[in-house]
């Protein structure tokens, strides 16, 4: 059914939305902040932090950016008022009108900071396809001047070649990176597509990063790469205090709960927000099986 189910997944923008969005449940929190901050609450119940992505990049209006970091801030507000422990923020420029202008887009994002350093909190700037990366990371260095390390962070993908040199310029002592392997399908000329060789490249940036004094969200869900992540740590004698693994809300939390388990930070990517069906398109599209089972509900055999 392999074959079947990623050509399935290929075709979800022609599935009813009712349809793509019961199947996606366990991927997205909900559609409004207080469905997003009852599940970080039940998270911190199993004993799991949280980072919160509002949905909705790629935007082409200034208006659509404007709402965007808006909801950011709202987000900040209540985060703080309400108490909610260890609950960051994961922001995608595209969301804040970085294809639009980039100038107006780190403005933006300064309004966001602002407000994250009133509430004491932490920005996490998402890394997007490779078209964006070379501006989300001029961004980064801006705002990591005017705020610190301690209050914004950046995402490098081990899928692409530059990576290594990317680590190598960033990485310094205090630093907080989130390292993965990227999903975002890229040419040959300047990504693996290899699996064997992501996962060697994203070891070797880890390695690196770890001999920088940064901290690092290990964000992966690959048992291989969670032992590797384990053994660098014991090579670098690490307290568990200088990392911690990151997963995607509703993937893997078997593994989740025994990471936990073992004494490990933990930290789920927590999406919400009007615009799911994109993330929720993309997520089906990664796990081909779960569109397999999008498709045999719609004719009966679900």
Same mark, same amino acid.
């Given at each position: 059914?392999?074959?079947?189910?990623?050509?399935?997944?290929?075709?979800?923008?022609?599935?009813?939305?009712?349809?793509?969005?019961?199947?996606? #449940?366990?991927?997205?929190?909900?559609?409004?902040?207080?469905?997003?901050?009852?599940?970080?609450?039940?998270?911190?119940?199993?004993?799991?932090?949280?980072?919160?992505?509002?949905?909705?990049?790629?935007?082409?209006?200034?208006?659509?950016?404007?709402?965007?970091?808006?909801?950011?801030?709202?987000?900040?507000?209540?985060?703080?008022?309400?108490?909610?422990?260890?609950?960051?923020?994961?922001?995608?420029?595209?969301?804040?009108?970085?294809?639009? %202008?980039? %100038?107006?887009?780190?403005?933006?994002?300064?309004?966001?900071?602002?407000?994250?350093?009133?509430?004491?909190?932490?920005? &996490?700037? %998402?890394?997007?396809?490779?078209?964006?990366? %070379?501006?989300?990371?001029?961004?980064?260095? &801006?705002?990591?001047?005017?705020?610190?390390?301690?209050?914004?962070?950046?995402?490098?993908?081990?899928?692409?070649?530059?990576?290594?040199?990317?680590?190598?310029?960033?990485?310094?002592?205090?630093?907080? !990176?989130?390292?993965?392997?990227?999903?975002?399908?890229?040419?040959?000329?300047?990504?693996?597509?290899?699996?064997?060789?992501?996962?060697?490249? !994203?070891?070797?940036?880890?390695?690196?990063?770890?001999?920088?004094?940064?901290?690092?969200?290990?964000?992966?869900?690959?048992?291989?790469?969670?032992?590797?992540?384990?053994?660098?740590?014991?090579?670098?004698?690490?307290?568990?205090? &200088?990392?911690?693994?990151?997963?995607?809300?509703?993937?893997?939390?078997?593994?989740?709960?025994?990471?936990?388990?073992?004494?490990?930070?933990?930290?789920?990517?927590?999406?919400?927000?009007?615009?799911?069906?994109?993330?929720?398109?993309?997520?089906? #599209?990664?796990?081909?099986?779960?569109?397999?089972?999008?498709? &045999?509900?719609?004719?009966? #055999?679900?």
């Amino acid at each position: 059914m392999g074959l079947i189910d990623r050509t399935i997944s290929m075709t979800l923008p022609v599935v009813p939305k009712p349809v793509v969005r019961y199947f996606s #449940r366990p991927y997205i929190a909900g559609t409004t902040m207080a469905d997003a901050l009852n599940v970080v609450r039940e998270l911190g119940e199993q004993g799991a932090t949280s980072t919160l992505d509002v949905l909705g990049e790629f935007v082409s209006r200034d208006e659509e950016a404007s709402a965007n970091t808006e909801a950011y801030i709202k987000l900040f507000k209540r985060i703080e008022s309400e108490s909610v422990r260890e609950a960051h923020a994961s922001v995608k420029l595209t969301a804040l009108g970085l294809l639009i %202008d980039a %100038d107006r887009c780190l403005e933006n994002m300064r309004q966001l900071m602002h407000q994250a350093e009133a509430s004491g909190n932490f920005v &996490r700037i %998402d890394m997007e396809d490779s078209s964006c990366t %070379d501006k989300t990371l001029a961004i980064y260095r &801006r705002l990591r001047e005017e705020f610190g390390h301690h209050r914004v962070g950046a995402v490098f993908q081990s899928r692409l070649h530059r990576t290594l040199a990317d680590v190598d310029e960033h990485a310094v002592q205090g630093a907080n !990176f989130r390292l993965c392997k990227g999903i975002y399908l890229e040419p040959e000329s300047i990504a693996y597509t290899d699996d064997r060789r992501i996962r060697k490249n !994203f070891v070797e940036a880890l390695d690196r990063m770890f001999g920088s004094g940064v901290f690092v969200g290990i964000a992966t869900h690959d048992d291989w790469l969670v032992e590797e992540s384990i053994r660098l740590i014991g090579k670098h004698g690490l307290m568990r205090d &200088r990392y911690e693994f990151q997963m995607l809300l509703g993937v893997r939390e078997p593994l989740r709960r025994q990471l936990i388990a073992d004494g490990h930070r933990l930290r789920v990517y927590v999406p919400f927000g009007a615009n799911w069906y994109a993330y929720s398109v993309r997520r089906l #599209r990664e796990n081909p099986q779960i569109a397999g089972h999008v498709f &045999r509900a719609l004719v009966g #055999r679900g």
